[in-house]
């Protein structure tokens, strides 16, 4: 079992369309990260969270840190924010565990 | 506007080659990693340093060695390039702290075939 999980593995949505996207972790954390890939490579940070919630744009990414678990909204989607959305752990203080990814696609 | 560099987009090489890739911060970062991405498997690291001329073995680090002669760089070799070492490679760099909730900053990616 991977230490990070994330689901769906791959999502697609018509624009508009509210998307949520799950990560669930087994090892004890302290801050989660979320990460956005685009089609060229590039991974750029979407946020790093350790409780509650927290929003840029039309992007909110919700911890639970009892259950292990958080989410990544994205309210009013567009064909834009079509990505691979990756969600990652941290692993001591230095390193980093990442989920597989969910490749999101969505369509005018 | 921080950086981290990848010398190349995209690299073909034929087996048996030796291959650099490189990799620069601007950032005054400790530490750094490579990693690999598969469909299916995510990232997973190669090598991690934290310091001029320190290493540390990632994951999957068999084909592969590091060099980090100077802080802002840091480069992967692969002494005799194999097909299945056909990825996207990629570089990230992150300040050292106590806590684990420092921002993670990546290259653009290279994605190597090897023939």
């Known amino acids: 079992k991977n230490e990070v999980e994330q689901s769906p593995q791959n999502l697609t949505a018509q624009e508009g369309e509210f998307i949520t996207i799950n990560c669930s972790y087994s090892?004890?954390?302290?801050?989660l990260h979320w990460l956005q890939q685009h089609p060229g490579g590039g991974i750029v940070s979407l946020f790093m969270l350790s409780s509650g919630k927290k929003k840029h744009g039309r992007l909110i990414a919700t911890i639970n840190i009892q259950e292990k678990h958080s989410s990544l909204h994205i309210t009013a989607s567009h064909p834009r924010d079509s990505a691979v959305y990756i969600c990652a752990a941290p692993r001591g203080p230095d390193k980093l565990i990442f989920g597989t990814g969910t490749r999101l696609q969505v369509f005018p | 506007d921080v950086k981290v560099t990848q010398s190349s987009r995209y690299l073909v090489k034929r087996t048996g080659e030796k291959v650099f890739l490189e990799c620069v911060q601007d950032m005054d970062h400790e530490n750094m990693f490579w990693y690999r991405q598969d469909p299916g498997l995510g990232l997973r690291l190669i090598y991690f340093s934290y310091d001029v001329k320190m290493k540390e073995k990632g994951d999957i680090p068999e084909g592969y060695s590091v060099s980090r002669e100077k802080k802002e760089r840091f480069s992967l070799i692969l002494e005799s390039a194999s097909t299945n070492q056909t990825s996207m490679y990629l570089c990230?760099?992150?300040?050292?702290?106590?806590?684990?909730?420092?921002?993670?900053?990546f290259g653009q990616g290279t994605r190597l075939t090897v023939v």
């Open positions: 990230a760099s992150r300040r050292r702290g106590q806590r684990p909730n420092t921002e993670a900053f």
């Open positions: 090892v004890g954390i302290s801050a």
